[in-house]
């Protein structure tokens, strides 16, 4: 167990080595890393937000917008489904009283009527409910009423898909490792490590980014839009940089379902900064189909139910692009653009808390960390040099070692370290130690049992080794479980858990073992231990 064939050494020495290395960035002052090679100084370990500070903001869905959409997303599809052939006449359709009514005018249809809707509603789940109910009074009206499992059902997906949309936004910024997270049935959770200035952040994440195109109602009266009356299939809606509302037709003829991409420009023209997009190929035919049919007549580009502009249609516009113009500064622009690509909130989020950790408590809490973890490894190092002698000097050097690789590999991977992962830290460094000292008393053992110094060392290592290796194992097992199920300062303390048990079974255990194995090589007659 004691024989290292040169490959073997190698080996060992060369992964020693490139972990320390790749520690080194992490531990220069700012103003010396700064000058390294940019591959070094992207291998740095993050820190998280209760260590650099940083933003943190608790958001609330506003889940009654789930009912409300559900509600007119039926309303559409029914309507959609009667006019295809053979058309089904219906009436007096509406939305009220949180369910969805109309009317057949035709009394021999019912049935047919019954037999298009029932494919609209679905199970819920596991629960064995559909999600619509479909009621029929007075022989011609019918009455279709989202279930309470349905509804859970779109809330629960609806939550999903807007974590999902938070997460893309806030990686669009650029940051490292934020934590975003859900918190019960309707709030997200979001942390964001080095972010002094939350405002910026809660105006990305407050935005729907809804976008649709619209032709303007030019029929409408402008003295009736004041009075806020609209034709019928039209709509008021806001149009801030007009200075006054505007009528549009309710039927949206692109969304923002069909954007491939959206980046912040300038118009060549003027240089204001301006939001181009990019359709999806279905987006570009429907655009380019949309403008040709309807040249000369304006339409409204609509933000969250504002209008952002209304240029004229000049001519068919072909390409698959177009700009939003509107009185953008380059960081309203970009902060739209981000909005777009990332996808629109399928439910509307309001900060309910925030709060911005300063930099200088997160040094603090840093410093106490590295003062809790540096005066444990100081007294580790003293008991292990008096307990041990020469093998208190391996374990010590394994030690160290130990320590520069668990950094050098958090760097590696861009692991974030937070308060909890000193603590996983400093947790390593004791469990590092006690392998080597499971190893030297077994090895303590074998000399009083008269065994030779290096029979000694092999057994002591070799039955020990055992003990560590499953004492490891089921320590790995659990911080695996906590990573899986976790979330922010957990997971924190499991990848460093993590990373520190297989740094410090390979320390203590073969590399240590490299070193006792040099030592024997001299033939030492006596071992004191």
């Known amino acids: 167990m004691l024989d290292f064939p040169a490959w073997k050494k190698w080996l060992t020495w060369a992964t020693v080595v490139f972990g ?50 559900r509600l007119e997303s039926m309303r ?5 489904e009667m006019r295809r052939a053979p058309r089904i006449a219906i009436g007096d359709i509406s939305t009220r009283d949180g369910r969805v009514s109309f009317m057949v005018r035709d ?12 494919p609209l509603t679905a199970g819920a789940g596991l629960t064995g409910q559909r999600d619509w109910d479909i009621e029929v009074r007075d022989t011609t009206r019918f009455v279709m009423t989202p279930t309470e499992a349905g509804l859970t059902q779109a809330v629960e997906q609806a939550m999903v898909d807007a974590t999902e949309v938070v997460r893309r936004r806030v990686d669009e910024l650029g940051t490292r490792e934020p934590t975003i997270i859900r918190q019960g049935a309707n709030r997200i959770v979001v942390q964001v490590p080095g972010l002094q200035d939350p405002q910026a952040l809660k105006e990305l994440l407050g935005k729907t980014a809804r976008l649709e195109f619209k032709l303007v109602d030019t029929t409408a009266d402008p003295a009736a839009i004041a009075r806020n009356q609209a034709p019928i299939g039209s709509q008021i809606l806001p149009y801030p940089t007009a200075g006054g509302p505007i009528a549009v037709q309710r039927s949206t003829i692109i969304s923002g379902d069909q954007i491939a991409d959206a980046r912040q420009e300038y118009d060549p023209q003027t240089g204001a900064p301006i939001v181009g997009i990019r359709f999806n190929a279905e987006g570009g035919r429907r655009f380019a189909r949309v ?13 969250d139910n504002s209008v952002i502009s209304a240029p004229n249609i000049n001519e068919q516009i072909l390409g698959g692009a177009a700009s939003i113009s509107g009185g953008f500064t380059v960081e309203s622009a970009n902060q739209l653009a981000i909005a777009l690509r990332s996808g629109k909130l399928p439910v509307d989020l309001s900060v309910i808390e925030e709060s911005t950790i300063s930099s200088e ?14 005066i444990g490894t100081l007294a580790i190092i003293i008991l292990m040099l ?13 030690l160290v070692v130990n320590v520069l690789m668990i950094i050098g590999v958090m760097a590696l991977f861009n692991a974030t370290l937070t308060l909890p992962g000193i603590a996983g830290f400093v947790l390593t460094i004791g469990a590092a130690v006690d392998a080597n000292v499971l190893i030297n008393e077994r090895i303590r053992e074998e000399r009083r049992r008269g065994r030779s ?4 060392v092999e057994f002591g290592y070799r039955e020990a080794t055992r003990a560590i290796f499953d004492a490891n194992v089921t320590n790995a097992i659990a911080a695996v479980m906590m990573f899986v199920f976790g979330a922010g300062p957990v997971r924190g303390f499991a990848v460093v858990l993590i990373i520190g048990i297989v740094t410090s079974v390979f320390t203590a255990v073969t590399f240590t073992r490299l070193m006792v194995a040099n030592w024997l090589q001299k033939r030492p007659r006596e071992l004191v231990i």
Do not use: H
């Open 20 to 69: 320390v290395l790749l520690s080194v960035p992490s531990l220069l002052p700012p103003s010396v890393s700064n000058q390294l090679p940019g591959w070094m100084t992207r291998t740095t370990v993050n820190l998280g937000l209760d260590l650099a500070g940083g933003s943190y903001i608790l958001l609330e869905a506003q889940t009654s917008d789930v009912r409300n959409q």
């Open 76 to 80: 559409d599809t029914i309507l959609g």
């Open 107 to 118: 009394v021999s249809q019912v049935d047919a009527v019954r037999e298009r809707l029932l």
């Open 291 to 303: 403008t040709q049919e309807n040249v000369g007549k304006p339409f409204a580009i609509i933000v």
């Open 361 to 374: 408590l997160g040094a603090d809490s840093r410093t106490s960390g590295i003062i809790a973890g540096a």
């Open 386 to 398: 008096v307990a041990y002698l020469r093998f208190g000097v391996y374990a010590n050097i394994a």
């Open 453 to 456: 110094v290096n029979a000694a």
